[in-house]
């Protein structure tokens, strides 16, 4: 099921601005220039593969996300992209993409063991003969989530410039590898506050290692932040460059 902060209409409205242009989207923007057929699953608002097109990116470019409310965002943002209503479950795939990513931790929004194999199998469906698949995840022992407290409250305004503030709180006790948390909205547009709930599910890299390989995927590369450093301890990041494993 699709959660409430990319389901409704008006605080899809507000992701980009909570969510600004990083390091991250520069990381995977070279990526996808140099590749020609992408995917980019749990692509929200459509921020990637739009920079690319309007950047000159001649091939086909492929955004998939289960929230409508996202797609009108990225289909208001750039038409000459084919954005795609569903995730990997809703076709059969056949080695169309060079590249496949999933960015702004689209990946840790893949809860249980069952649902994380039938998506890296259609990953790995999808991906051309040689091609890559690049996503990253928050590194559990970095414990993003202690800083998800609602005495951090993030503003944000809309395409109106309709301003609305944002703060999340984490559900304890933390159980496993899964996080879930709330996200309280505040502003003019609702008569009272919306709070939607949502699970993420933190793999380490060992873990994470072993779901690829099951898949048919080879880690090629892997980067603890974005400026290519090691996987370490308190690296906020893992982020995967893989392969088809021949
Ligand atoms: C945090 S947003 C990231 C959006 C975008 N990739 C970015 O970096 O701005 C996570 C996105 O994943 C989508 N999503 C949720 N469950 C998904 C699933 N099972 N498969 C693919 N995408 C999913 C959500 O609808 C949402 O748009």
Redesign the pocket.
């Known amino acids: 099921m699709?959660?409430r902060s990319?389901a409704d209409l008006s605080l899809a409205a507000l992701y980009d601005s909570l969510?600004p242009w990083g390091q991250g989207d520069d990381f995977y923007v070279g990526l996808v220039m140099s590749a020609p057929t992408v995917l980019?699953?749990?692509?929200?608002?459509g921020?990637?593969l739009a920079a690319a097109r309007r950047a000159g990116h001649p091939g086909q470019l492929m955004g998939?996300?289960?929230?409508a409310a996202?797609l009108v965002q990225a289909r208001r943002r750039e038409p000459r992209v084919e954005w795609v209503l569903g995730?990997?479950r809703s076709r059969s795939w056949n080695g169309e993409f060079d590249l496949v990513t999933m960015?702004?931790?689209?990946f840790q929004?893949?809860i249980g063991d069952e649902e994380l194999r039938t998506?890296l199998r259609a990953v790995r469906a999808a991906l051309s003969e040689g091609g890559r698949f690049v996503f990253e995840t928050r590194n559990p022992a970095a414990r993003a989530w202690d800083s998800w407290t609602p005495d951090r409250v993030h503003e944000a305004a809309d395409a109106d410039g309709t301003v609305a503030w944002m703060w999340h709180e984490v559900v304890h006790p933390v159980l496993g590898d899964r996080v879930t948390f709330t996200s309280t909205f505040e502003g003019v547009r609702w008569d009272r506050p919306q709070v939607t709930t949502s699970t993420l599910r933190f793999l380490d890299a060992r873990a994470l290692d072993g779901f690829l390989t099951e898949a048919g995927l080879t880690i090629e590369e892997q980067y603890g932040d974005w400026g290519r450093g090691p996987v370490t301890q308190g690296a906020p990041e893992i982020i995967t460059v893989a392969r088809s494993a021949t």
Do not use: Q, W
């Open positions: 699709v959660d990319f969510n980019d699953v749990g692509c929200g608002t921020r990637l998939l996300d289960p929230a996202m995730d990997l960015t702004g931790h689209a929004t893949l998506a």
